[in-house]
Protein backbone atom coordinates (compact mmCIF):
# COMPACT_ATOMS: atom_id res chain seq x y z
CA UNK A 1 0.00 0.00 0.00
CA UNK A 2 1.59 3.45 -1.32
CA UNK A 3 1.41 6.11 1.32
CA UNK A 4 1.77 9.69 0.33
CA UNK A 5 3.35 12.49 2.72
CA UNK A 6 2.17 16.11 2.13
CA UNK A 7 4.38 19.17 3.69
CA UNK A 8 5.04 22.68 2.89
CA UNK A 9 1.98 24.24 3.77
CA UNK A 10 1.29 27.38 6.06
CA UNK A 11 0.19 31.14 5.97
CA UNK A 12 1.48 33.77 3.58
CA UNK A 13 0.78 36.76 2.47
CA UNK A 14 -1.03 37.50 -1.12
CA UNK A 15 1.55 37.67 -3.54
CA UNK A 16 3.66 35.42 -1.69
CA UNK A 17 5.15 31.84 -2.63
CA UNK A 18 5.02 28.65 -1.02
CA UNK A 19 6.40 24.89 -2.02
CA UNK A 20 4.43 21.98 -1.36
CA UNK A 21 5.87 18.44 -0.95
CA UNK A 22 4.53 15.12 -2.08
CA UNK A 23 6.95 12.27 -0.70
CA UNK A 24 5.58 9.06 -2.06
CA UNK A 25 6.66 5.33 -0.51
CA UNK A 26 7.51 4.19 -4.05
CA UNK A 27 8.83 5.00 -7.14
CA UNK A 28 6.96 7.77 -8.19
CA UNK A 29 7.45 6.39 -11.69
CA UNK A 30 5.17 3.28 -11.04
CA UNK A 31 2.00 5.32 -10.83
CA UNK A 32 0.60 6.64 -14.14
CA UNK A 33 0.17 10.47 -12.96
CA UNK A 34 0.42 12.14 -9.85
CA UNK A 35 -1.62 15.44 -9.30
CA UNK A 36 -2.35 18.08 -6.56
CA UNK A 37 -6.52 18.50 -5.95
CA UNK A 38 -7.55 21.30 -3.57
CA UNK A 39 -10.61 22.03 -1.34
CA UNK A 40 -11.68 25.11 0.09
CA UNK A 41 -14.69 25.33 3.15
CA UNK A 42 -18.00 24.47 1.43
CA UNK A 43 -16.84 23.59 -1.99
CA UNK A 44 -15.59 20.55 -3.89
CA UNK A 45 -12.39 18.64 -4.19
CA UNK A 46 -11.14 20.38 -7.38
CA UNK A 47 -7.76 19.25 -9.60
CA UNK A 48 -5.01 21.98 -9.60
CA UNK A 49 -1.84 19.89 -11.38
CA UNK A 50 -1.35 17.12 -12.39
CA UNK A 51 2.18 15.20 -14.22
CA UNK A 52 2.10 11.67 -16.16
CA UNK A 53 5.03 9.26 -15.34
CA UNK A 54 5.83 10.52 -18.95
CA UNK A 55 6.49 14.12 -17.92
CA UNK A 56 3.41 15.59 -19.66
CA UNK A 57 1.23 18.43 -17.71
CA UNK A 58 -1.45 19.96 -16.82
CA UNK A 59 -2.98 22.78 -14.76
CA UNK A 60 -6.61 24.53 -13.85
CA UNK A 61 -7.06 27.13 -15.62
CA UNK A 62 -6.68 29.35 -12.76
CA UNK A 63 -3.61 28.90 -11.59
CA UNK A 64 -1.91 28.76 -15.48
CA UNK A 65 1.21 30.58 -15.24
CA UNK A 66 1.65 30.62 -11.37
CA UNK A 67 2.05 27.36 -10.40
CA UNK A 68 4.09 24.83 -11.52
CA UNK A 69 4.46 20.73 -10.82
CA UNK A 70 7.70 18.61 -10.94
CA UNK A 71 9.26 16.03 -9.61
CA UNK A 72 12.24 14.57 -7.89
CA UNK A 73 12.86 11.03 -9.16
CA UNK A 74 15.56 10.39 -6.27
CA UNK A 75 13.72 11.52 -3.57
CA UNK A 76 10.12 10.06 -4.90
CA UNK A 77 8.31 13.36 -4.34
CA UNK A 78 6.52 15.50 -6.26
CA UNK A 79 6.41 19.39 -5.72
CA UNK A 80 3.97 22.13 -6.51
CA UNK A 81 5.72 25.77 -6.50
CA UNK A 82 3.02 28.25 -5.95
CA UNK A 83 3.64 31.49 -7.27
CA UNK A 84 1.88 35.00 -6.84
CA UNK A 85 -0.70 33.17 -4.32
CA UNK A 86 -4.19 35.12 -4.19
CA UNK A 87 -6.43 34.26 -1.11
CA UNK A 88 -8.42 32.52 -3.20
CA UNK A 89 -6.04 29.86 -3.32
CA UNK A 90 -6.86 29.07 0.14
CA UNK A 91 -7.61 25.46 0.63
CA UNK A 92 -6.27 22.15 1.93
CA UNK A 93 -4.35 20.85 -0.69
CA UNK A 94 -4.11 17.14 -1.01
CA UNK A 95 -1.32 14.72 -3.00
CA UNK A 96 -2.97 11.98 -5.69
CA UNK A 97 -1.67 8.92 -7.18
CA UNK A 98 -3.38 7.23 -9.39
CA UNK A 99 -1.83 3.28 -11.23
CA UNK A 100 -4.63 1.14 -12.90
CA UNK A 101 -7.87 1.71 -11.44
CA UNK A 102 -6.34 2.74 -7.71
CA UNK A 103 -6.40 6.44 -6.42
CA UNK A 104 -4.18 7.34 -3.39
CA UNK A 105 -4.84 10.34 -1.29
CA UNK A 106 -2.42 12.04 1.11
CA UNK A 107 -3.58 13.08 4.30
CA UNK A 108 -3.40 17.48 3.20
CA UNK A 109 -2.13 20.54 3.73
CA UNK A 110 -3.93 23.37 4.31
CA UNK A 111 -2.27 26.64 2.36
CA UNK A 112 -3.85 30.03 3.79
CA UNK A 113 -3.64 32.99 2.05
CA UNK A 114 -4.05 35.95 4.16
CA UNK A 115 -2.97 39.48 5.22
Known amino acids: QVQLVESGGGLVQPGGSLRLSCAAS????????MGWYRQAPGKQREAVAA???????NYADSVKGRFTISRDKDNNTVYLQMNSLKPEDTAVYYC?????????WGQGTQVTVSS
Open 96 to 104: NAKVGGTST
Open 51 to 57: ITNGGRT
Open 26 to 33: RNIFSFYV
